[in-house]
């Protein structure tokens, strides 16, 4: 292991280690809402890949993200303190217009809302609330495209910076307006962001354990915010239901991935969860290639539109 390996590994386990405790204090708080028998363990991203060789592209220009990273994380439980005593609970369409137009100016092309079931909290974490703020940030396609490579890893990087950011931001700007908030971060979720974009019906779970949206196929990351606001305009609809069917047919992540680390059938629990990727299989090339990537480059979703493949599909099923 070099020195710089030696020197991130050290960093994340020195800061990532306090702020879990502190995380997982949110769910002693009385007013927030508890993981349940349900719910799902987190994959710590950040600890576990450590274990799996040199962490290739990870050099020095990777320590300024990893830094600010880590900061966002922390802001997000720090900034709860300042939520106010008393929370509005209803927000007007004005501002509602407002917290959109600030998302998007900060790079969050995807907003959303859903009311979320208390299992998708992560075992021994707790959020807010279950109102929920669902947002996502693009990442630029010419450099996804060349993944596995430095180029590709950084974007991803850049990106869960970008989103923790924004998040931050998002909440802060709810708190002036006299809401209470709950950043999430893409890098630590207190509870599972695909889930929560399906129900905000704003994408559909791909095969390749990614989220596929209209807008952006599968080139963008996830985050929320959880906040007391009890009107958000939540969705009933779910459009995308036929990319999974769609996937059925297609498979090509699972056949381009370097790993064999997608599985052929998706594996679904009893509490509801969907399981596609073995991380086992996933981490060795994560961490070694750069990020790998591979299975977002490779989907039909990253280089032709969502509209066009819908009617495709919907054509060729009508006539079978
Ligand atoms: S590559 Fe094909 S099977 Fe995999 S997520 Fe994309 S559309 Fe689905
Ligand atoms: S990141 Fe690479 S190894 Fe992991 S699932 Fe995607 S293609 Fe497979």
Known sequence: MSILDKFQNFIMEKFMGGLFERENSLSEKEDFVKFTKDSPARYEIMLEGSKYGKRSGFGPRVVPMMVSVIRNQNKVINSLKNNPEEPRTTITDEELADLVKLANKKGAGIVGY???PEHLVFENKAVLSTNVIVLGFEMDKEKIDTAPSVKCLHEVLKTYDDL???SNKIAAFLRKKGFAA???HPLMGAALY???AQLAGLASLGY???MISPEF????RLTAVYTSIENLPKTEKDEHAWVREYCKQCKKCIKECPG???LDEPVLHESGQITHVENTKCMPHFMNEYG???CIKVCPFNYTSYEQIKEGFLKKSKKS
């Open 182 to 184: 709950h950043a999430g």
């Open 217 to 220: 196929g599968p080139r963008f």
């Open 292 to 294: 790998c990537s591979v």
């Open 260 to 262: 064999g680390a997608i």
């Open 194 to 196: 695909p889930p929560m």
């Open 114 to 116: 859903a009311q979320i």
């Open 208 to 210: 390749s354990g990614i």
């Open 164 to 166: 923790g950011i924004v």
